[in-house]
């Protein structure tokens, strides 16, 4: 693979990203601020500074100890990208399939499934994917430069 065509794939997995959210949580006269899953959320750190085994590694850490329902489906989403970036475009899918299977109308995952089917020549499933992202979130950015 090139360097533009390198540089392309981790800018599009990039902004296909799920960021895990940072909470303050607040007790009597004690505030903590911080992510409320270190692992998520530095995984999703390590992937967007293109780094794809670290991300991997924390965020598989964070799913584990996922709290509730969207921080594990934001986790499995930020594996298929992260194993996108790997180039392992079948267990990118493993993940984003387990994502939708949760959550049909995950958007940012049938992206990111959309993407790793282009980059393994299934194009009619690529289009159904994206078809069904733009409907769901039809301002994305994300899925317009997938599609491109």
Same mark, same amino acid.
């Given at each position: 693979?090139?360097?533009?065509?390198?540089?392309?794939?981790?800018?599009?997995?990039?902004?296909? +990203?799920?960021?895990?959210?940072?909470?303050?949580?607040?007790?009597?006269?004690?505030?903590?601020?911080?992510?409320?899953? $270190? /692992?998520?959320?530095?995984?999703?750190?390590?992937?967007? !500074?293109? /780094?794809?085994?670290?991300?991997?590694? +924390?965020? +598989? #850490?964070?799913? @584990? *100890?996922?709290?509730?329902?969207?921080?594990?489906?934001?986790?499995?989403?930020? #594996?298929?990208?992260?194993?996108?970036? #790997?180039?392992?475009?079948?267990? !990118?899918?493993?993940?984003?399939?387990?994502?939708?299977?949760?959550? /049909?109308?995950?958007?940012?995952?049938? %992206?990111? *499934?959309?993407?790793?089917?282009?980059?393994?020549?299934?194009?009619?499933?690529?289009?159904? /994917?994206?078809?069904?992202?733009?409907?769901?979130? $039809?301002? %994305?950015?994300?899925? @317009?430069?997938?599609?491109?």
């Amino acid at each position: 693979m090139n360097k533009v065509t390198t540089q392309w794939l981790t800018c599009l997995v990039v902004a296909c +990203l799920c960021v895990a959210p940072t909470v303050a949580l607040a007790q009597a006269s004690k505030t903590v601020l911080g992510p409320t899953n $270190p /692992d998520l959320y530095y995984g999703a750190e390590a992937l967007l !500074a293109g /780094d794809g085994e670290e991300g991997v590694r +924390l965020t +598989l #850490l964070g799913v @584990k *100890r996922a709290a509730n329902a969207r921080d594990r489906r934001t986790g499995l989403s930020n #594996l298929c990208a992260g194993y996108i970036m #790997l180039e392992q475009y079948n267990t !990118a899918l493993s993940y984003c399939d387990e994502v939708l299977a949760e959550h /049909d109308a995950h958007w940012r995952a049938l %992206s990111n *499934r959309a993407l790793a089917y282009l980059k393994l020549g299934r194009l009619e499933e690529a289009e159904r /994917d994206l078809d069904l992202a733009e409907a769901i979130s $039809p301002n %994305s950015r994300t899925v @317009k430069i997938v599609r491109s």
